[in-house]
């Protein structure tokens, strides 16, 4: 049985994860702020967090970075509000796993704990494509004499080009994979990221072609 740590310092909130998480057949510990949350971790080896960001005692980055220092990977799932656009970008690049923005369905935060866990079984700490390599931690790509550290947003767009290469991916299933939200008619982020990354990507061997009102290719030149 999967133990998680919900750290949520809304109580009738913390209680209804639990509740879910429960009766999910996970074993679940709650923490309403981050003393509680240090302390769960000295005395349990959870195999997930879902961390809240703010909480009374401080930001829930505080105990992701002193995760992630210690060397410790525990899959760490951000529930933030759509207002804190820059804390997610900062929980991702500080090796935050995935987020969940509030309010959500608990279908939706189970579907993304589980895909949190398979992509922990599944993902090496490299990902390699001929010449290119991408660090998953910190997000650098790497190739030849190039290494360039990637914001959130273009690291989660290459690494899951990586893992399709060569299939064409609508813009709608990007903006639903990357962004976490479905794409209106405006897809200029998409085609603003898409752009930075493919001149990153020069000289790598590879890149992102455009079939034009169908969707992207990642592929060899």
């Not at 105990?63 to 804190?84: C, F, H, Q, S, Y």
Request: charged fraction near 30%.
């Amino acid at each position: 049985m999967k133990t998680i740590l919900c750290v949520e310092d809304e109580r009738e909130i913390l209680e209804n994860n639990c509740k879910f998480f429960q009766g999910q057949g996970y074993h679940v510990l709650a923490a309403m702020n981050l003393a509680q949350a240090r302390e769960h971790l000295r005395l349990h080896a959870p195999d997930a967090i879902i961390l809240d960001l703010m909480l009374p005692d401080g930001n829930g980055l505080e105990l992701l970075k002193e995760l992630r220092d210690d060397g410790n990977k525990i899959p760490v799932l951000i529930l933030t509000a759509w207002g804190d656009p820059s804390d997610v970008a900062q929980g991702l690049s500080m090796g935050a796993n995935d987020y969940v923005s509030k309010p959500f369905t608990y279908e939706v935060l189970q579907a993304r704990v589980e895909t949190m866990f398979r992509n922990i079984r599944q993902l090496p700490d490299v990902l390699e494509k001929g010449l290119l390599e991408l660090k998953i931690r910190p997000m650098i790509l790497q190739f030849g004499d190039t290494r360039v550290k990637l914001p959130p947003i273009e690291f989660f767009l290459l690494q899951f080009f990586m893992e399709n290469e060569g299939q064409l991916v609508k813009a709608e299933k990007l903006y639903e994979v990357v962004w976490d939200a479905p794409m209106l008619e405006n897809d200029s982020s998409i085609k603003n990221a898409i752009s930075r990354l493919r001149k990153k990507l020069l000289g790598s061997g590879f890149d992102i072609t455009v079939e034009r009102n169908t969707g992207y290719r990642f592929e060899r030149e």
